[in-house]
């Protein structure tokens, strides 16, 4: 009973660098999130979707993006890395029921030096 | 702008006595509140939540209490164990809004004391 999976679970990148952080379900759940955790700031909602094929911008979208091409799967893209972008990302997913959680992966922590 | 805030970074509580985190919020289009739990190095795992339409919910050891006149909710851990010490994130969001997006406060690292 996986849940949610993220790849990978730690990365270093150098400055520039680009890299795709991939979130699978395996719950059949339309909506997925990406968020961002940075001390002091809790998460922050940097993209979600809300069915295979859709994406929208959070609340930190800068230097990100996104795509839904697979119901299951949430890609997270930086083109250019900077440093600002170090952080631990998780991804969640929930279903479509109106009062239910969302369910999280395990985090990815982003080092950018 | 901080929509969901907790303003306590941290708490210690000890050992068999009550924990009390805090959370306020200033969206009134917020109408389903959740807490959840965070370990280190593990993502957060979801607690209790309340729909707007009651003031209480309960769930074992933990009680959650929705003031919506104050935008303001609470989580009552009792007895504290220690095992219930992590870092504990509110989360809100606008369900009518269908977008079903959950807007997280900065978290109350809590302590208990053995």
């Known amino acids: 009973n996986a849940g949610v999976t993220q790849t990978p679970k730690f990365r270093v990148l150098k400055t520039g660098q680009s890299m795709t952080l991939l979130c699978a379900q395996d719950?059949?759940?339309?909506?997925m999130y990406w968020y961002r955790q940075d001390p002091g700031m809790g998460l922050r909602l940097i993209h979600y979707?809300?069915?295979?094929?859709?994406?929208a911008k959070g609340e930190v979208p800068d230097g990100y993006n996104v795509s839904r091409l697979k119901k299951q799967n949430f890609l997270l893209g930086l083109e250019s890395a900077a440093p600002s972008q170090t952080s631990v990302y998780f991804c969640a997913s929930r279903g479509t029921a109106m009062n239910t959680e969302a369910f999280f992966g395990q985090g990815t922590r982003l080092t950018v030096v | 702008d901080q929509q969901v805030k907790q303003n306590s970074p941290s708490l210690s509580v000890q050992e068999g006595r009550i924990s009390i985190l805090n959370c306020d919020y200033t969206?009134?289009?917020?109408?389903?509140f959740l807490w959840y739990k965070k370990y280190p190095a593990e993502g957060p795992t979801f607690l209790i939540s309340?729909?707007?339409?009651?003031d209480k919910n309960e769930d074992g050891r933990f009680t959650v209490f929705l003031n919506k006149s104050a935008k303001h909710l609470s989580l009552h851990i009792v007895p504290s164990q220690p095992g219930d010490s992590a870092v504990y994130f509110c989360a809100a969001t606008p369900l009518v809004s269908g977008t079903y997006k959950y807007i997280f406060g900065t978290g109350t690292r809590l302590k208990v004391l053995a």
């Open positions: 309340i729909s707007s339409i009651k």
């Open positions: 979707s809300v069915g295979e094929g859709t994406t």
């Open positions: 719950m059949n759940h339309e909506y």
């Open positions: 969206n009134s289009m917020f109408d389903y």
